[in-house]
């Protein structure tokens, strides 16, 4: 793998695309260049004008550019963050079999440039497209990975601390599964400081924010249409830590062999990749809905005719 370069390149430049570009010019990152491309040409160029504006006052020297998929060959990391949008009247099914079509092309493009470092996947259906990303790439699992759970994890903690009046970042709690309506919450292994929520919060409050963390992003869509600054950090956050070998527990998607399938699930994440997938004692209950969440992406999976 070409691991020297701290390049990235991010595939879309809509709202989530050029606002993870954003994210990263705004914190000390280990990215030191940045390439930008889109099916509109000129919308990747503009962003990446943009954002070069920033450079004198930014706290990171970043190169920034435009390019076309043959600049993946020295990338170090390709993140996808293009695809269609779910129209009105359009059900997610339909709008996954477009988004892997688009994939599938995007992909084949990027391997004919001789890239061979790590996909992250952000575009949703973020699960099966990451799943789809691996099988359309043959590039071995532990590199193809999807932001996962992580955004659903951050809203998670954010919505105890506000509880628990401390800093969500002394709140350890898991949301796992599918990155949509199926996810659950590990409250059986949530902590802050040692103490388990479970018995800091009662069940009404834990069930009351499990429910604000699945909703929440349609809640977002509705006021504003689109939800891409969350996103946008925590994709930032992993890909600092794939490029400083951060050795961090984060719970992306990767592919789970028992399962068949792509899923948020605890994963030790560094330079190659998901270094492995931690092995957790979860409770009967929680292994019942992960293994529904499970169940809803192979299904989808399937209904994809390649």
């Keep these: 793998m070409s691991m020297d370069n701290n390049k990235v390149m991010i595939v879309g430049t809509g709202n989530v695309g050029a606002s993870i570009a954003f994210a990263l010019l705004n914190q000390r990152t280990a990215v030191n260049e940045i390439v930008l491309t889109d099916i509109v040409a000129r919308d990747a160029e503009g962003e990446a004008m943009d954002l070069r504006d920033a450079l004198a006052v930014a706290p990171s020297y970043i190169k920034i550019k435009n390019g076309t998929y043959k600049d993946a060959k020295d990338c170090d990391i390709v993140v996808i963050a293009a695809g269609a949008n779910q129209k009105p009247g359009e059900t997610r099914m339909q709008l996954l079999k477009k988004n892997v079509n688009i994939l599938k092309g995007m992909i084949g493009q990027i391997m004919a440039s001789g890239f061979d470092g790590i996909f992250l996947v952000v575009t949703n259906p973020m699960d099966v497209l990451t799943y789809f990303t691996m099988k359309f790439s043959g590039l071995p699992s532990e590199r193809v990975i999807g932001s996962g759970t992580v955004l659903d994890s951050a ?77 946008a950090t925590c994709t930032a956050q992993i890909l600092n830590c794939i490029l400083n070998d951060e050795m961090r527990v984060l719970p992306v998607s990767s592919y789970d062999e028992f399962s068949g399938t792509s899923f948020g699930f605890p994963s030790v994440v560094g330079r190659k990749g998901v270094i492995r997938r931690l092995d957790l004692k979860i409770s009967e209950n929680e292994g019942v809905d992960l293994q529904k969440s499970i169940n809803a992406l192979r299904k989808a999976i399937e209904s994809v005719k390649i």
């Excluded at 869509?221 to 600054?229: H, N, Q, S, V």
Aim: charged share 25%; net charge positive; no cysteine.
């Design 155 to 231: 809203r998670l903690r954010q919505r105890i601390a506000g509880y628990m009046n401390v800093n969500p970042k002394s709140v350890h709690a898991y949301q796992i599964g599918e990155h949509g309506d199926t996810e659950l919450t590990l409250w059986s292994l949530a902590d802050m400081g040692g103490q388990k929520i479970t018995s800091l919060l009662p069940e009404t409050a834990r069930k009351d924010i499990s429910d604000f963390v699945k909703k929440e992003a349609y809640d977002i869509i509705e006021r504003k249409g689109a939800t891409y600054y969350g996103i």
